[in-house]
Nanobody, 116 residues
């Protein structure tokens, strides 16, 4: 079954770090752009970072210099290292492919809470 599973969330103090992991089934991972998204309470879901199969990366302006996305094509994983966290980073974080995103298909996500 094609799926992506997020993990690694939790509660962290402002200024701290958290690493999220996304494991994808091979059918979803291969040749697909994988992005990390987040949805804060009362706000729309937004793109945080994205990585192509070839390793090209883009970040939202709000996380540049603090977050790092990485892709392991051998393990079918995409990680998101989040440093210097702020309370505004509190959200449910999701990983997804472009096609699933456009189809409105999302996984459970993983919660990140940054306390001040």
């Amino acid at each position: 079954q094609a799926q992506l599973v997020e993990s690694g969330g939790g509660v962290v103090q402002a200024g701290g770090s958290v690493k999220l992991s996304c494991v994808a089934s091979r059918t979803l991972f291969e040749a697909n752009v994988i992005g990390w998204y987040r949805q804060a309470p009362g706000k729309q879901r937004e793109l945080v970072a994205v990585v192509t199969p070839g390793g090209n990366i883009n970040y939202a302006d709000s996380v540049k210099g603090r977050f790092t996305i990485s892709r392991d094509n051998a393990k079918n994983t995409v990680d998101l290292q989040m440093n210097s966290l702020k309370p505004d980073d509190t959200a449910v974080y999701y990983c997804n492919t472009n096609s699933r995103r456009d189809a409105g298909v999302w996984g459970q996500g993983t919660h990140v809470t940054v306390s001040s």
